[in-house]
């Protein structure tokens, strides 16, 4: 009795459960709902190409240490690298002298207290640092970027669909909103007059609402001045910038590579020694089938021999 009680409170649940996803359905393709600004106009990220990308990319150094003057001199007056330290510029050529000198210049100061008094204090960074944030923390970040956090840029390329090449075309997507088509010809404003990018917000459409709160960090060609004599455009810099950002999200790339591809001829040495070893041992031993038990001939001729004394047939 208490099963079938119990079945038919089950049946009641699955009913209703079924009849509530048939009614919803229903309405989803009835009244299907609105399109958004964000789905209509959002871009795809651009292509980008770098030393790093494929099976057997290697970092270019030059590059990366491009990119890290770009962070060093631009992003980092709002974002930190807190997986990245400053002795890690050893792997991408700095020495030991430049990067004492650039932890001991680096504008921003570490924490740490005064141990005369036990006040908090700041202090010179030392090599052994990580990229400090440049605000003490999430409430003075937001509160200078209106209520928007600058997030780490240690992962920054492993955190977002498209990795570098994302950052890449968002610094150089920014856009002037009013007229701004899609690729279907249809323009913004018309279609979604509503979606106007509110004070304080900057049209982007590489991001994911249209609207970021980053301010365009690299505006000018000549923002930072390359020592390479590498032309620093805007496009150039955003391209080393991601370059360095693809370094800090994975700094054992090119060694995890070498690994890769030293594995791969291992393997197929393996692969080429286990096929000599059988054609020398095997190949001949499988031609000769020798047949035994019931089947082998000689005993096939005993049994018949037994029968016939025994006068049964078959
Ligand atoms: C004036 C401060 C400021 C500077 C300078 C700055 N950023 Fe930002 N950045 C922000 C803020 C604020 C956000 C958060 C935006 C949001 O959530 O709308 C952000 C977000 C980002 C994001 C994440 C976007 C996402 O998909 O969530 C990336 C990547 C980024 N910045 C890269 C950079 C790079 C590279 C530089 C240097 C070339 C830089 N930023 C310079 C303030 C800054």
Redesign the pocket.
């Known amino acids: 009795m208490v099963r079938v009680i119990g079945f038919l409170v089950g049946l009641v649940f699955a009913g209703v459960l079924l009849i509530s996803l048939i009614s919803n359905a229903a309405t989803y393709f009835s009244n299907p709902p609105a399109p958004l600004a964000s789905d209509e106009f959002h871009k795809e990220h651009k292509e980008l190409h770098l030393a790093s990308d494929g099976p057997f990319g290697k970092f270019d150094n030059q590059q990366l240490q491009r990119g890290f003057q770009?962070?060093s001199e631009?992003?980092s007056?709002?974002?930190s690298l807190k997986l990245v330290s400053f002795r890690d510029l050893k792997h991408i050529g700095y020495n030991d002298a430049e990067i004492k000198k650039i932890a001991s210049d680096w504008k921003t100061q570490v924490p740490s207290i005064n141990p005369e008094t036990g006040e908090p204090a700041g202090r010179k960074a030392l090599s052994s640092d990580t990229f400090p944030s440049p605000f003490a923390n999430e409430v003075a970040a937001r509160a200078a970027?209106n209520n928007?956090?600058?997030?780490d840029?240690s992962l920054?390329t492993k955190a977002?669909e498209g990795g570098a090449a994302?950052?890449y075309s968002?610094?150089t997507g920014y856009a002037n909103q009013a007229g701004y088509k899609n690729e279907k010809g249809e323009e913004l404003l018309k279609a979604f007059p509503d979606a106007k990018t509110p004070p304080n917000?900057h049209f982007n459409p590489y991001?994911?609402n249209l609207n970021?709160?980053?301010?365009p960090?690299?505006t000018s060609e000549g923002q930072v001045s390359y020592e390479d004599g590498t032309k620093p455009t805007v496009d150039q810099?955003?391209k080393d910038?991601s370059a360095f950002?693809v370094w800090t999200a994975e700094p054992n790339l090119a060694s995890r590579h070498a690994a890769g591809l030293a594995v791969a001829i291992f393997l197929l040495f393996g692969a080429i020694l286990g096929y000599l070893a059988y054609q020398n041992l095997w190949h001949e031993a499988k031609r000769v089938v020798r047949v035994t038990g019931p089947l082998d001939p000689e005993n096939q001729a005993k049994s018949r021999r037994a029968k016939a004394k025994e006068g049964i047939a078959g």
Do not use: D, E
């Open positions: 770009v962070y631009v992003c007056a709002c974002h970027n928007a956090l600058p997030p840029l920054i977002r994302y950052v968002l610094l917000l991001f994911a970021i709160a980053m301010p960090p690299l810099m955003a910038v950002l």
